[in-house]
């Protein structure tokens, strides 16, 4: 009689599932909020002077060559995040109770200043990118915000 032996398999259902686990949290970890001490980000100004969108500060010419492509008449300006946000794309999206601090002085790209379209008075509400804001302070060089919520 002979007995055939089959042979291991390479991988045991426990590493299988071991495998399965941890390519499942991966994808989840990329859709929950993120928190930071501070983010450095791009702050992309329309023409009219609204905020339209927040972008993760990459310095790198490649970055550089799709922003100026998809918001060519934009004004760029350096700015920073303190707290949580959610990524949308290629967009950042604070959540309420974060800050977002902008350096009109600190122009990226393009030498386009700050214009005047949106009422920047502290206390205002206005919309920044994806989400509302209140302006806590507003001076020739910075304008710092706290996001209300989540809500255009």
């Given at each position: 009689m002979v007995i055939l032996k089959m042979p291991r398999p390479l991988i045991g259902n426990t590493t299988f599932l071991y495998v399965l686990l941890l390519v499942?949290?991966?994808l989840l970890a990329q859709a929950q909020t993120k928190t930071t001490k501070e983010t450095k980000l791009i702050v992309i100004v329309s023409s009219d002077g609204e905020i339209t969108a927040?972008?993760?500060f990459e310095n790198d010419k490649s970055n550089r060559k799709r922003?100026?492509?998809?918001?060519?008449e934009s004004a760029y300006f350096l700015g920073t995040l303190v707290g949580r946000y959610q990524m949308n794309?290629?967009?950042?999206?604070?959540?309420?109770?974060?800050?977002v601090k902008v350096f009109k002085g600190?122009?990226?790209?393009?030498?386009?200043g700050f214009s005047k379209g949106?009422?920047?008075?502290?206390?205002n509400d206005i919309i920044l990118g994806e989400v509302r804001a209140l302006i806590l302070e507003h001076s020739k060089a910075e304008l710092i915000l706290k996001i209300t919520n989540n809500e255009n």
């Open positions: 499942s949290f991966n927040l972008e993760l922003l100026l492509e998809i918001y060519p794309g290629t967009h950042v999206v604070p959540v309420p109770e974060s800050t600190h122009k990226l790209f393009s030498e386009k949106e009422d920047f008075e502290k206390g």
